[in-house]
């Protein structure tokens, strides 16, 4: 009998260790969520079917100058009355004790801007027993919001004003390449009637300067037409796959005169097609191949290579490459006279010319054109170059528009 007894008290030992065991973890537990819930940024709050306060975190308390003890066992319309005189708050508590759950956007609250709510019913065996809810900050959001829709609104009417801008530039850009046109004409040629008519009757200075004129009046013709061919850049609408292999064989057709002449050669690999403006291709690898004829030697043959590849835009050393984009790259590589590259930027800009206008004529528009004519394309044009060694000049176009 004595052994049995000692074998229950020893049972019961373990038994109320057990159960101690059980009940320090689960307090543990308790005090863990506890913690959390109120160390939670958001206010948590809930309360039973008669709407008295069962639940209460610190934030929640916090906010509204009281404390969990305080408000416990409280209707919520009494501890938190300033809440409970939104509508939407008291739609989204009967709404929760009817269980559904509803969201209230902060601007649809009317005790304040700043608060965005979730009510979620609390059920136990299918049977809605109180309402968890969660009260979110969204101050911080509200005036980003706020900010964006203003930067929008700024950016909205610059846009306009660009647009505005634009619209006049194109404007005095077509009377510039268009008006002027007849008059330069007629200037050219009356010059020439004089020369020949007056021939007899002119000194040999006076010939010379009628003939500067001449020329310049005819440089300006050329500028002109330049300027036309930027202002209807904007107005190519029709896109469309393009095969990049005929592009440039129409071009060399068109400077096959020059090629001819320079006793040129020009090599190329198979190009693929693309989805892009057929004249303006056209006019980009004109205005690319008759620089690589036109700057070089004058005793030298151009050699100009045309090659294809694909590279990704982390590998590209321009700042209008994107890292996580892939273009298609076209490069045109000459053996012409080159030039320092510090001037790699200028050569790009309107008007901008490296060499005297007695030893290689034009405008200064040619690359100009190439690098609107790219940028229409969502890509950009990049160069390198070494005096009296060459330069390559390297189209790179998004990987898509060849897909």
């Known amino acids: 009998m004595v052994e049995m007894s000692n074998i229950e008290s020893i049972q ?6 057990l159960i101690f065991d059980e009940m320090t973890h689960l307090n543990k537990r308790l005090l863990l969520a506890e913690s959390l819930n109120n160390f939670s ?6 309360c039973d079917t008669e709407k008295r306060i069962i639940a209460c975190n610190t934030t929640c308390a916090d906010t509204w100058g009281t404390s969990a003890a305080v408000v416990m066992g409280q209707p919520v319309e009494d501890a938190f009355s300033k809440m409970y005189e939104c509508e939407a708050f008291k739609a989204g508590i009967s709404n929760a004790l009817k269980g559904y759950k509803s969201f209230v956007p902060g601007n649809k609250c009317l005790y304040s801007t700043h608060y965005e709510h979730h009510f979620i019913p609390l059920t136990e065996d299918n049977e809605v027993n109180g309402v968890l809810i969660i009260i979110h900050d969204v101050a911080h959001r509200i005036k980003a919001e706020n900010e ?24 005095f850009s077509h009377v510039t390449g268009h008006d002027l046109k007849e008059p330069l004409r007629k200037i050219y040629l009356f010059l020439e009637m004089i020369l020949k008519e007056e021939e007899q009757h002119l000194s040999k200075k006076a010939k010379s300067y ?21 202002s209807k850049l904007n107005e190519q609408t029709t896109i469309e796959k393009i095969s990049l292999n005929d592009v440039l064989k129409t071009a060399i057709s068109s400077l096959q005169e020059q ?6 050669v020009i090599t190329t690999t198979d190009l693929p097609s693309i989805q892009g403006y057929r004249s303006m291709l056209f006019q980009l690898f004109q205005n690319i191949l008759s620089n690589a004829l036109k700057f070089q030697h004058p005793d030298t043959a151009p050699v100009i290579t045309v090659t294809t590849f694909h590279q990704k835009g982390e590998n590209i050393k321009h700042n209008d490459a994107v890292n996580d984009h892939s273009y298609l790259a076209v490069s045109f590589t000459d053996n012409g006279i080159g030039f320092d590259m510090q001037y790699a930027d200028k ?57």
């Open 148 to 171: 964006l829709k203003r930067l929008n609104k700024e950016l909205t009417l610059k846009n306009k004003i660009l647009q505005q801008q634009n619209a006049e530039i194109l404007s």
């Open 41 to 46: 940024i958001d206010q948590i709050l809930a």
């Open 347 to 403: 050569i790009f800009q309107m008007f901008q010319r490296l060499y005297d206008q007695s030893l290689y004529k034009g405008t200064g528009m040619g690359l100009t054109l190439c690098k609107k004519i790219i940028e229409l394309h969502h890509g950009f044009i990049a160069v390198t170059s070494t005096i009296n060694q060459g330069s390559t000049f390297t189209c790179y176009f998004p990987e898509e528009l060849s897909n």
């Open 259 to 264: 090629i001819t002449a320079k006793h040129a």
């Open 12 to 17: 019961n030992e373990v038994l109320r260790q």
């Open 210 to 230: 009628l003939k500067r004129v001449q020329s310049s009046a005819q440089r300006m013709g050329l500028l002109t037409d330049d300027i036309l061919a930027l």
